[in-house]
């Protein structure tokens, strides 16, 4: 859903065209065309009929970014569920491939002293 809701408004950035609320509802549920649309006005969300595509705000529908008191969490959605993978069983996250440099500052140091004397 993210990546059809990106892609319009790309469109529509591109076309200079504002974004249409019942064009985008169609392009996220082709059998239920309605449904978002409807979905939006019964929440009263001050849209109207349509709104100015912002890219600062639609190229967050391709990244997830997650924030707590000790942790944040940045990926684009295109690795989720290859290097990043949410098991919901055990709430668990797994990050693979992570790059060397990260790897390296994760290893635990020595408590041996490096230092001789």
Partial sequence: MRQRVHA???ECTKEK???SLDALSMRLDDQQPASFSEF???K???L????EP???IYRGLRRHRIKDSKLTLDFEESILGSR???DDLTETLIIKDLPLEFKQRLKPTST???DPT
């Fill in 8 to 10: 319009y408004c790309v």
């Fill in 17 to 19: 065209k504002g974004i």
């Fill in 40 to 42: 939006v006005t019964s």
């Fill in 44 to 46: 009263d969300y001050p």
């Fill in 48 to 51: 109207g009929d349509g709104f």
């Fill in 54 to 56: 912002n890219s600062r």
């Fill in 84 to 86: 990043v993978i949410y």
């Fill in 112 to 114: 041996e002293s490096d």
